[in-house]
């Protein structure tokens, strides 16, 4: 339930068809002709003076018209409230369908434009299947192949379309498609009228129904699409139609809160289905006031405010200053002659029984159900639950349904949330009802994905995740320091460590701008005269041996010579200083010694001895 209305209440403007020879039912207030008679207008019987006033009583007296009050009546206008409407008639062109496409198209101008006067808001639109305009089609805008695409909505396979059969019946397709795509205006009330006399899929049947269940599922697929897009189905069907295509349009109608309307005579059914129709979101407003305080209930009836008397009880201001409305729910108070009634009661939380003031809670009385609405009978305070307007959106409760709207009296339609956001390579939204929404579940196990990550490589779809290898970012260059970003890649930072140029030569070496840059020249003086000292690339410092002349330190050698690397004196030195008082011997630091000896000795002088 929601809400509280008190009778009386809108009642719904949308009639049935008359039945084939009667007059048809108006489905929306009669305009009242204004009284064209008075006093100076001659007239011959009461006929010719009628004011259009149900309040007067009309007569001629002396053909001249005499327009008399009726104590206590009060006159009335129901009136009529309109929601803007967004019609869209779909076309079965075929042959036999000549008659309803001439009555659609020489009624609903002058229809549309009637209403449009009224104050009605009405946007129409009349589309071909398959077939543009033409002949006896003459009011086609458009056909709905060429407008909105020939590509089924939600399921393309229920039934074959466009086909090469008879696409121009086939209703139940094109019905799902202008559901689904038809530029409907914001705000408006969304009305569908397919107009046939075959099944929904195709007319290559002779029952104009199809085997094995082509139709149904046509049908059930545009009933589906209507429900989640807000649309009633209205079907007229054609005079040719058979029990199993009437069926299957009740069925349309039935769902998604619209009318089937079958045609005996089209030319005569038409403007009264056409009015009823474009009259589908109309509700009439009957409530008044007939300014009595002992009745209740007030409705406008033939133009006149009536109400139903409360009863005994009830007393209008006297001398006293005294007055009762009847009703135990009200405190009523006199200011001069006019009894001034209050609720004695918080309508939005109780209810009221007006003749023993007996409150009962509203929550008592709720059914729960959020496609009805508590009425209360100001007369008797007697209470139902009645649905509320058809479209009304409500909730089933349901955590997997969207979109849900009442349709007499019952929550229903919606479709499953939109949880595409939660699909990728390796998973795919869905709704989980137990856990009350969206959910991914995984997909495409052991198949190649790309994680997003450039860090990892030959990414597959596992558990429905996506993983990969890491990628080894190494450039094989001592001088970058190796890192992967996953936004990027591999990154190669340059350094300044130590690093070796391959040239033997060199010391000191360091990373520079991502290059091993040479160090100063390596020293390669082995401080060997007896070697030629030089540097190869290849292998660092070379000694090569020479034969030079050298000083191996040692003074007791001569002829020093560089032999095998090393400084070799070749010869002794000779220390004989021909004396033969003195020892001599050699000294490797200092050379010759000669150290005086007391050996016998031969002065040369004969004359010593």
């Keep these: 339930m929601i809400g509280l209305v008190l009778w009386p209440t809108a009642l719904s403007a949308q009639t049935a068809p008359a039945p ?130 020939g590509e089924v909505p939600r399921n393309p396979d229920a039934c074959p379309f466009p086909n090469e059969v008879s696409s121009f019946e086939s209703w139940g397709p094109a019905t799902a498609i202008v559901a689904r795509r038809f530029p409907w205006q914001p705000g408006s009330r969304r009305i569908i009228v397919p107009i046939s006399d075959e099944g929904p899929c195709n007319g290559n049947r002779p029952d104009g129904c199809n085997d094995p269940g082509d139709d149904r599922d046509a049908l059930e697929n545009a009933i589906t699409e209507a429900i989640a897009n807000r649309a009633a189905i209205s079907p007229i069907t054609g005079t040719g139609s058979n029990a199993c295509v009437l069926g299957l349009a009740d069925s349309a109608a039935s769902a998604t809160g619209g009318t089937h309307f079958d045609t005996q005579d089209a030319g005569a059914d038409f403007p009264h289905i056409l009015r009823s129709i474009l009259l589908s979101f109309c509700t009439l407003d009957t409530a008044c006031d007939d300014g009595d305080l002992c009745t209740c209930g007030d409705t406008c009836i033939d133009g006149v405010c009536q109400g139903t008397p409360v009863g005994g009880g009830c007393k209008p201001c006297n001398p006293t200053g005294v007055c009762d409305d009847g009703n135990a729910c009200t405190t009523d108070t006199c200011v001069g002659l006019e009894c001034v009634v209050t609720l004695n009661y918080d309508p939005n939380v109780f209810v009221c029984d007006p003749q023993t003031g007996e409150l009962t809670p509203i929550d008592d009385l709720d059914d729960g159900n959020p496609c009805t609405e508590l009425q209360v009978d100001p007369c008797t305070g007697e209470a139902i639950n009645v649905p509320v307007p058809n479209w009304t959106p409500c909730d089933d409760g349901l955590a997997c349904t969207v979109g849900e709207v009442c349709i007499d009296g019952t929550c229903q339609g919606g479709v499953e949330p939109d949880c595409s956001e939660l699909n990728n390579t390796c998973h795919v939204g869905v709704c989980d009802e137990t856990v009350g929404g969206c959910v991914a579940i995984p997909a495409n196990e052991g198949q190649p994905c790309d994680d997003g990550d450039l860090c990892t490589a030959g990414d597959l779809c596992t558990n429905g995740t996506c993983l990969g290898e890491p990628v080894i970012c190494d450039d094989g260059n001592v001088c970058t320091d190796d890192a992967c970003d996953p936004a990027i890649g591999c990154v190669y930072t340059n350094n300044t460590l130590p690093c070796d140029d391959g040239d033997a030569c060199t010391v000191g070496d360091v990373c520079a701008e991502g290059e091993c840059q040479p160090g100063g020249p390596r020293d390669c003086d082995d401080g060997n005269v007896c070697t030629d000292d030089a540097c190869d690339p290849r292998i660092g410092c070379v000694h090569a041996e020479n034969t030079l002349p050298c000083d191996d330190g040692n003074a007791c050698t001569t002829n020093d010579t560089c032999l095998g690397g090393i400084c070799t004196g070749l010869d002794p030195v000779d220390c004989d200083d021909g004396n033969p008082c003195t020892d001599d011997a050699c000294d490797p630091r200092t050379g010759c010694v000669h150290v005086d000896n007391t050996l016998p000795c031969d002065d040369g002088d004969p004359c010593t001895v």
Excluded at 57 to 65: A, K, S, Y
Excluded at 119 to 133: C, D, K, Q, Y
């Design 20 to 149: 084939s020879g009667s007059e048809p039912v108006p489905t929306e207030p009669q305009p009242i002709q204004p009284g064209s008679k008075n006093g100076t207008v001659q007239c011959i019987t009461p006929a010719d003076c009628d004011d259009g006033n149900a309040c007067t009583e009309d007569d001629c007296l002396n053909g001249q018209c005499v327009h008399a009050p009726i104590p206590g009546c009060v006159p009335c206008t129901p009136q009529l409230s309109c929601q803007p409407v967004d019609v869209v008639f779909i076309m079965d062109t075929s042959g036999s369908m000549k008659d309803e496409s001439a009555a659609l198209c020489g009624a609903i101008d002058a229809i549309v434009a009637d209403l449009q006067s009224q104050g009605v808001s009405i946007r129409r639109t009349v589309l071909g299947i398959t077939e543009t305009p033409g002949s006896a089609f003459s009011c086609l805008t458009d056909n709905v192949v060429n407008l909105l695409g």
